[in-house]
Every structure is written in structure tokens, then in C-alpha cells.
């Protein structure tokens, strides 16, 4: 149930209770008057009738006669009272009207004679006496309804006991309800909150479908994404001291080389051959660190989230048969059989440089994969001219075509990437084959990582798929512009 909802209902109790049980009172002493109501009727009328015999006696109105008869029948229950013709007072059996002084006026002497009129504690009976058809007074007697009146009492006891328990019972009920779904549940949730912001751990649970549990819901939703976000941070800390180490190591050992030819060039005296070898080593050296430290820079600037990759249009067809050309030399020095073509519609939104970068990327990989006498294929193919007919059977070709695209594909025959090692091999410095000692022989280790976020740059997407002792294939897809 909704919290508003639970307030409401609540208060409408709250407010409902006391006029039921005021209802409830009323009723009862309703039907209790209704049923003693023609019994006490009765029973009174039968006390005024031997009343009015002994009161209508003229003698009691006249100032020498002796009242005292009337004090047997006056009684805690009944009030008698005589007035003269006037209304003043000549006798009263209620101590309040000592004193013969007072009395009623006229218009008061005259109203309701005759008539036995019911209050809530007595009833009341006047009449005019006559002696001889003259008015000599007026006699009144008030009946107490002390049976009545204590049945009323008793009743409003047991109702006001009742609505007090009641009332009792649902304030208490209210409180630990209150307790139960308020107070306790935003301690909780306040706890909860501190022992995260102090970092301690904090044990998810099940939350109701009401307004604090949908702000519980909320703090462990956000909980979670922290949580998301830290590990994110500790493994891109833990990835950059990786990164910094492997670069460090892997540029020490060129280093090292260089700084020893360089020193023997320096101190011995070598031969012009040797000296013409070890300046040739230096340079190879040199090479590769400079190729390192480049693809560094460029794999620091694609991780920054400020960095933005600049795009030009260009014209499909001419720039992709550009890119898939002027490796045939490299293929042919290591006696690897090349096919390369290009076939491709429309224009794109590209970075020419970076793409060239990918391009020489993938076709180092494939040529430094593929054994003597192997093939490699390059190609670029508009989605309307895929597959091509040369692709490796267990490339899921059919999952990876969408309309208005362009592939760029690179496959080697080989022998191929472990299953359990392909999903890694987008990641920096990681080599399939484990041999980071000979890794300077090939290249730095962030060509893969680099391609795949050039292309992500480009808004498009990386495929690599890979079976043990067939090959290798690499398909980089790009969106069209138009």
C-alpha cells in the first residue's frame, strides 16, 4: 500500500471513530428510552393520579392549613411545589425554595398546565386547583427519572470505556505501525547510507512498492552504479600501471641494445662491415621505439573522453581502393600470396589518417600471422557486395551485414586464436601467443586496442573471429553517410 494511501486511511479512521461512537451512544440510549419509555410512562402517570387527588384539595392553598400530610409523598424522587393564584409559593418540598418570595409570573404560571411534560431527568406536572369554580392555585410536581437517568450514565460508562480502549488500541496499533513503516525503515536506509558513504559494505535488500521503497530501490540502484563506476576506475588505474610497466620493459630492452652497439662503436675498433651492422641495429631500434612511443600517444589521446576524432566526407570508392593497395611488396618479401580488391559505393564520414593507421595495423598482424606461402586477403566491400566468396564458413556473416555500411576486412590463413583468448585480444599489450620478449620483433602491442577504438570513434564496430589451424579474420564495419 502507498504511504499517502496508509495516511489517508489512517486519518479517516482517526476521524471516523469518535462519531461512531457518538452514533453509537445516541442509538443505544435511543432504543434504551423507546423501551422504557410506556413501562415508566405508566408507572408515573399511576404516582401523578394519587398526587393530584390529595393536591387538588382547595384547603392546602389557604394560609391556616397544616401541609405536613404532603411531606409523606414528597420524597428524593418527587418534588412538590404550591403556588396561590398569583404564582407565589406557598409551599415546596425542594429546599431550594425556602422562602414564600418568590414564585413564577403569569405567563409562566399558564404554560403547560395539564400537560406531563418528559426532561432528561425528571418529569413535570402542572395544574390549577379550584374551589367552586374559583382559581385558588396551582400545584407542581416533578417526578425524578432516577432509574432512567442511571441506565443512561451506565451506558454513556460503557461507551466512553469502549471508544477509550478502542481509541487506546489504535493509537497504539498506529504507532507501531508508524514505527514498522516509517521510522524503522529510514533508519535503516539512513544507516545503510552512512556505512556506504564510510566504505563498508552494504547487503541489498527487498524493497516494498510504496514511496520509501522506491527511494530504497533508488539507493541501492545508485549503490550499484558507484560500485560499477569504482571497479571501473580501479581497473583502468590497474590497466594504466600495467600499461606503464609493459611499455617501460618493452622500451628498456631496445634501449639497452641501442646503448650497447652505440658504446662498442664508440670504445672498439670494428670493421666497416661491423660498424655498418651495429648502425643498422640502432636504427632498427630507434624504429621501434618510436613506433612504440607514437602508438602510445595515440592510444592515450583515443582513451581521453575529451578528445573528439575529426571526420571529412570522402568519396567510398576512391579512398578504399587507395587503403587496400601498396601492401603487395611486404606480402611478396615474405612469399605470402595476396588478394586484395575493393568494391565500394557511396560516401562516409572518415579520418583518412587514422584509417590508414587501422589498415597498416590489421595487414601487420595478418603478414606477421601467416606462415610462408600462405594467403592473406584485404578487402573493402559496400554491405551490398557481402560476403565475399573467399571468407572463412565460420564467420556468422548473416549477424554482422546491415544495409548502408562498409566493411573493411583483413583474414590470414594461420594457425589461428585459442577460443578462450579472443575476447582479450582488443586489449592493450596483450599478445595471443604470450611472448612478450619478442614483442619489439613484431610491433607494441596497442595496434589491436588502437583499431578497435578508432573505429568506435567513427561510430562503427569491430569483429574479430578466429579458429585454431585455419585462420584469422578481422572485419571493422562503418556506418554510410549517405
Given amino acids: 500500500m502507498k504511504i499517502k494511501t496508509w495516511l489517508l486511511l489512517s486519518y479517516l479512521i482517526v476521524m471516523i471513530l469518535p462519531l461512531m461512537t457518538a452514533y453509537f451512544l445516541f442509538a443505544w440510549i435511543h432504543s434504551y428510552n423507546n423501551e422504557q419509555k410506556v413501562e415508566e410512562h405508566v408507572q408515573i402517570q399511576m404516582e401523578l393520579d394519587d398526587l393530584k387527588q390529595i393536591l387538588d384539595d382547595p384547603k392546602l392553598y389557604t394560609s391556616q392549613t397544616d401541609r405536613k400530610k404532603i411531606k409523606k409523598y414528597a420524597d428524593q424522587t418527587k418534588s412538590i411545589t404550591l403556588y396561590d393564584q398569583n404564582g407565589v409559593i406557598i409551599y415546596t418540598s425542594n429546599p431550594s ?7 413564577l ?30 382559581l385558588i392555585g396551582f400545584f407542581d410536581v416533578q417526578i425524578a427519572r432516577d432509574e432512567w437517568v442511571a441506565g443512561v450514565t451506565n451506558r454513556s460508562y460503557i461507551v466512553g470505556g469502549l471508544f477509550f480502549v478502542v481509541f487506546t488500541l489504535i493509537y497504539l496499533t498506529v504507532i507501531l505501525l508508524v514505527n514498522k513503516k516509517f521510522n524503522l525503515r529510514l533508519t535503516g536506509l539512513m544507516n545503510d547510507m552512512t556505512a556506504f558513504a564510510t566504505g563498508k559494505d552494504v547487503h541489498e535488500r527487498q524493497t516494498k512498492q510504496d514511496e520509501i521503497g522506491k527511494l530504497t530501490a533508488h539507493f541501492f ?18 590497466a594504466k600501471e600495467y600499461l606503464i610497466a609493459s611499455v617501460s620493459h618493452d622500451l628498456k630492452t631496445p634501449l639497452t641494445s641501442i646503448m650497447a652497439y652505440a658504446e662498442a662503436l664508440h670504445t672498439q675498433k670494428l670493421t666497416d662491415q661491423e660498424q655498418n651492422e651495429y648502425r643498422q641495429v640502432i636504427m632498427e631500434k630507434a624504429d621501434f621505439m618510436q613506433v612504440m612511443l607514437d602508438d602510445l600517444l595515440t592510444y592515450t589521446l583515443l582513451k581521453s573522453p575529451s ?21 603487395e611488396a611486404l606480402c611478396i618479401n615474405k612469399g605470402i600470396e595476396l588478394q586484395a580488391d575493393a568494391d565500394v559505393v557511396g560516401t562516409y564520414d572518415l579520418n583518412p589518417k587514422q584509417m590508414i593507421r587501422v589498415a597498416d595495423n590489421l595487414v601487420s598482424n595478418g603478414i606477421h ?10 578487402a573493402a566491400r559496400s554491405s551490398e557486395k557481402m560476403p565475399p566468396d573467399w571468407l572463412f564458413e565460420f564467420i556468422p556473416t548473416n549477424e554482422l551485414l546491415t544495409k548502408g555500411a562498409v566493411y573493411f576486412i583483413v583474414q590470414n590463413e594461420g594457425k589461428g586464436i585459442a577460443k578462450e583468448k579472443s575476447a582479450y585480444v582488443f586489449e592493450p599489450l596483450y599478445q595471443a601467443d604470450e611472448a612478450r620478449s619478442i614483442q619489439y620483433k613484431h610491433g607494441s ?11 568506435e570513434k567513427h561510430g562503427g564496430e569491430v569483429f574479430l573471429f578466429s579458429k585454431e589451424n585455419v585462420g584469422t579474420c578481422v572485419i571493422c564495419k562503418l556506418p554510410k553517410l549517405k
Avoid at 425554595?97 to 414564585?103: H, P, V
Avoid at 600471422?369 to 586477403?377: D, M, N, P, S, V
Fill in 97 to 103: 425554595f425556602k422562602s414564600t418570595r418568590y414564585g
Fill in 369 to 378: 600471422y601467416t606462415k610462408k606461402a600462405g594467403h592473406l586477403w584485404i
Fill in 307 to 327: 578528445h573528439t576524432m575529426e571526420l571529412v566526407e570522402v568519396e567510398g570508392s576512391e579512398f578504399f581502393e587507395m587503403l587496400v593497395s601498396d601492401y
Fill in 221 to 238: 540502484h545508485m549503490k550499484h552504479q558507484i560500485d560499477t563506476a569504482r571497479k571501473t576506475i580501479e581497473q583502468e588505474q590497474e
Fill in 445 to 455: 602491442g596497442l595496434g589491436l586496442s588502437i583499431t578497435k577504438q578508432i573505429i
Fill in 105 to 134: 409570573s403569569k405567563e409562566q404560571l399558564y404554560q403547560e398546565l395539564y400537560t406531563l411534560e418528559q426532561g432528561y431527568s425528571s418529569y413535570s406536572y402542572k395544574q390549577p386547583v379550584f374551589d367552586n369554580r374559583k
